[in-house]
């Protein structure tokens, strides 16, 4: 199965979890009528992007009312939806976490956010997730009919290395729900995802809250899905939408064979100058 449409639910969130859940369900719903395979909801997704919410927020995984939610509509409707990020709770801990439900409604991988975004641009914004959260250490890759993905939450698409490793696990989508800022997003949303997935040769898929005026924190929305060839397939405005688009895997072999980027890398080089490079 080469072919794979996806959704990207660009949703609005408020400070309201029930109606957050509403808003999902809606989208996911909206996504099924359209024949999609594999729906994705965005960073914080029941949650506004907020320390103080985040910890207001949290759930556990085991009881976790937005879990069951999304774990009911992926079997309700026989599709993928990987469920964005919630403030998960384990053992006194926060992380920002994405879970994946397959076709049956089951988790078959979650994604503990790696790289906190902890930054201070002077004069324009300063946040620092390290200061409730706790950062996850695995590199997530999961198997699907459509062959493996890799999962990643917003500010780890900064970091080349995981993209990188992702790829060369088989990952041939990778996804990173996210909610870039109205500093940042504008600057380097729409460059990331082009660029991770042209140095990977594979499609980059990005989906963020829309922006709401009212909340503490300006999400820059832009949810997008990038080709192997580093081109924007879809790109949402900063509105609540929904994005869908269907893509096709065999362009990965047939740019691969064209640009050989990954067969061509000088594992020589590499291996001797790791401790330097990593």
């Known amino acids: 199965m080469t072919r794979v449409k996806i959704a990207l639910c660009q949703m609005n969130v408020v400070d309201n979890k029930d109606e957050n859940l509403k ?11 359209e024949n999609s395979d594999f729906i994705v909801l965005p960073e914080m ?5 907020s320390n103080d919410k985040f910890i207001e927020y949290c759930e556990e995984e085991k009881t ?5 939610k999304i774990s009911n509509l992926a079997s309700k409707n026989q599709v993928y939806i990987l469920a964005g990020s919630i403030p998960e709770k384990e053992n006194g801990k926060l992380y920002n976490t994405s879970y994946l439900f397959n076709r049956n409604g ?4 979650k994604h503990r956010k790696m790289h906190l975004f902890d930054i201070d641009v002077k004069g324009k914004i300063k946040f620092m997730e390290s200061d409730v959260l706790t950062a996850g250490d ?14 990643g939450i917003c500010y780890d698409i900064r970091f080349p290395e995981l993209a990188r490793l992702m790829a060369l696990e088989g990952a041939s989508i990778l996804f990173y729900p996210g909610a870039f800022n109205m500093t940042t997003g504008p600057a ?13 040769q594979v499609f980059c898929v990005g989906v963020a809250p829309a922006l709401n005026k009212d909340a503490s924190y300006h999400s820059f929305g832009h949810s997008i899905i990038t080709s192997p060839w580093g081109e924007v397939i879809s790109e949402a405005t900063e509105k609540e939408e929904l994005i869908i688009s269907e893509i096709d895997l065999s362009e990965i072999k047939k740019i691969r064979e064209e640009l ?6 000088r594992e020589d080089i590499y291996e001797v100058n790791k401790k330097q490079l990593f």
């Not at 089951?106 to 991988?109: H, Q, R, V």
């Not at 695995?138 to 999962?151: L, R």
């Not at 380097?188 to 990977?200: C, S, V």
């Open 64 to 68: 976790s009312k937005t879990l069951l």
């Open 23 to 33: 808003n999902a369900e809606r989208m996911i719903e909206k996504s099924v009528d």
């Open 45 to 49: 997704f029941n949650c506004p992007y």
């Open 260 to 265: 050989p980027l990954l067969k061509n890398k």
């Open 138 to 151: 695995n590199v997530t890759i999961a198997n699907t009919e459509f062959g493996k993905i890799g999962i």
């Open 188 to 200: 380097h949303w729409e460059l990331l995802f082009r660029t991770r997935a042209l140095d990977n």
């Open 106 to 109: 089951e988790i078959i991988a």
